[in-house]
């Protein structure tokens, strides 16, 4: 006996979107964590490394904002990264509440190795979509994300 639920077309339509859409982001971040489970790494903890080697230092809660997390998770996450030698924290100035993240050599050098392959992975499953339909979902992302 199926339990479905029945509303509006308004809502059937955008619970079937919001399904899609889970189902989609699960499969992408599945396929985008395979080469750096092998390197230890989980998601977050990528996403710290990549954005302090292509942006440079930065201050914990500017961190936080850019990866999208909280500003206790980032802590955990920033933790265990020191605690592997691939990120150090700097205090600045007297305010203990701006620290600045900077990759280390050793984290540069990891990232330097395993960036190429994960951006080939990003490449392939993006590719399922024509070029267009990636702009297009691009733009619905932003959209949805800013709250437009």
Do not use: W
Not at 57 to 76: E, K, V
Not at 127 to 143: I, N, T
């Amino acid at each position: 006996m199926s339990n479905k639920f029945k509303g509006t077309p308004a809502q059937e339509r955008a619970l079937s979107t919001y399904v899609k859409l889970e189902r989609a982001a699960s499969a992408a971040f599945a396929y985008a964590r395979v080469g750096l489970e092998e390197e230890g790494l989980t998601l977050s903890q990528f996403a710290v490394l990549e954005a302090l080697y292509h942006v440079g230092p930065q201050y914990l809660g500017d961190l936080a904002r850019r990866i999208l997390t909280s500003s206790g998770n980032l802590t955990l996450v920033v933790d265990n990264l020191q605690k592997r030698g691939l990120v150090k924290r700097e205090q600045q100035g007297k305010d203990k509440r701006f620290v600045l993240a900077i990759i280390t050599p050793a984290g540069a050098k990891l990232i330097e190795k395993i960036f190429p392959d994960h951006a080939r992975r990003i490449t392939e499953i993006m590719g399922r979509l024509l070029p267009e339909e990636q702009e297009s979902l691009g733009d619905l992302c932003r959209k949805l994300g800013k709250g437009e």
